[in-house]
């Protein structure tokens, strides 16, 4: 995609996107979190109440108890008796389950049967009958008091049940936005990954080679991409990803959000070795020249010693090297590494609409240049350079002795 104010409103809707899916996420944990925390009071106090109904049942069992006095237990009963009451209407208040709401009210029923038992017990045992009074005690005041104290358990259960339904169904629907969300942001980054050509991917036909520089009297420094041709097989390519493939594409969206505001030299630098960073490569240099232009000078480079970028000469755009090439023709370039030797590299070209303005090469680690997701990282970070740079060409410093780069705005 060559349009950069299509690409900038890709990205504006790929960030977008992410930031609904991050609230989404946040809305639904914080109610999760509220759920969950009501839960909790909702199980404290539904134990509470338990504990009050077994109590309120021992003090009544105390009136024909020998040697308990009833003028004792009884204030007791009662105000245990107002204190489940009250616990259980809380509870029904604030209870999310229908089915514990059921159960709640059977609860409260149980307890002011309770109240009508124990007022016939009292009745008994101020009239003396104290076998009739033991009798209700243990069946009907006994059986009361353990029927509610049911009715609250299973309401306890039944919103513990609730609270897990209502997580699951959250969670599931947080999968859902968060893998619909990254679908959207992974198609709008496969829609940015520039299409210079119809033409297949170019791999240099130099067979493996050493990535070197070298310095105009021919010590080994930092210079010029050069090819040595060793006779090897080429080794098969993979489709391994240089890191995780969902992490390394988030990160890689993020920078190119980046290299669209980028407005000066230092902060271009600190974006090229964010991008070394994703590619896992061990350095990286930017060669710019003109459309149609004779010749590259590198003008950026991330990964080598501070002063390798003023002795790197300028590439002829007919040389024999992978940078010219991708220079010439426009087309993505492999340099194979050497076994046991120097690293491979990926050479992108840097297309605007006018035409290829320059190259970005990128020093692998390990083998990575055959790697579908280096390749294909180097071509998105290269559709950024160039938007960026192709209004900088004419800054460049044609003449010898060095080179300049001046930011777009």
């Not at 970005?360 to 160039?386: R, V």
Request: include cysteine; charge should be negative; charged fraction near 15%.
């Amino acid at each position: 995609m060559q349009s950069r104010a299509m690409r900038m409103a890709l990205s504006v809707a790929a960030l977008t996107i992410s930031g609904a899916v991050a609230f989404f996420l946040n809305s639904t944990e914080q109610q999760i979190s509220g759920r969950r925390e009501a839960f909790r009071a909702f199980d404290a106090r539904a134990r509470e109440v338990v504990g009050a109904l077994g109590l309120m049942r021992s003090a009544q069992l105390a009136y024909v108890a020998a040697g308990q006095s009833i003028a004792f237990w009884a204030p007791e009963v009662t105000t245990l008796m107002a204190a489940t009451a009250s616990g259980i209407a809380e509870l029904q208040h604030s209870a999310a389950s229908l089915d514990a709401g059921r159960a709640l009210a059977d609860a409260a029923s149980r307890v002011a049967g309770f109240g009508d038992v124990d007022k016939r017990v009292r009745d008994y045992v101020h009239d003396g009958e104290q076998f009739m009074a033991a009798d209700v005690v243990f069946t009907e005041g006994s059986e009361a008091a353990a029927a509610a104290g049911h009715q609250v358990e299973a309401a306890r259960v039944d919103e513990q049940r609730s609270f897990d339904a209502f997580e699951t169904g959250q969670r599931r629907l947080q999968a859902y936005v968060l893998a619909g969300g990254a679908a959207c942001v992974l198609v709008i980054v496969a829609l940015l990954v520039p299409r210079p050509s119809a033409q297949p991917l170019a791999v240099n036909t130099a067979g493996p080679a050493d990535i070197t520089f070298e310095d105009p009297v021919g010590s080994v420094a930092t210079g010029t991409l050069l090819l040595r041709d060793t006779g090897g097989s080429h080794p098969p390519a993979t489709d391994a990803l240089p890191r995780d493939a969902v992490p390394a594409l988030r990160q890689a969206a993020a920078l190119c959000t980046d290299f669209g505001r980028v407005n000066n030299v230092d902060e271009l630098n600190t974006l090229l070795g964010r991008a070394a960073d994703i590619m896992d490569a061990s350095g990286l240099v930017i060669w710019l020249g003109s459309v149609g232009g004779p010749t590259l000078r590198p003008v950026l480079a991330h990964g080598y010693p501070a002063q390798a970028l003023a002795q790197m000469p300028a590439v002829l755009r007919s040389a024999d090297n992978a940078a010219a090439a991708a220079y010439r023709t426009g087309r993505f370039q492999i340099v194979l590494a050497k076994p046991g030797g120097s690293n491979g590299a990926v050479v992108a070209p840097l297309l605007t609409p006018d035409g290829c303005i320059g190259a970005l090469t990128a020093e692998m680690k390990g083998g990575t240049e055959t790697s579908d997701g280096a390749q294909a990282l180097a071509a998105i970070f290269a559709a950024q350079l160039a938007a960026v740079l192709a209004s900088s060409v004419p800054a460049v410093d044609q003449q010898d002795g060095g080179a300049s780069w001046t930011a777009a705005g």
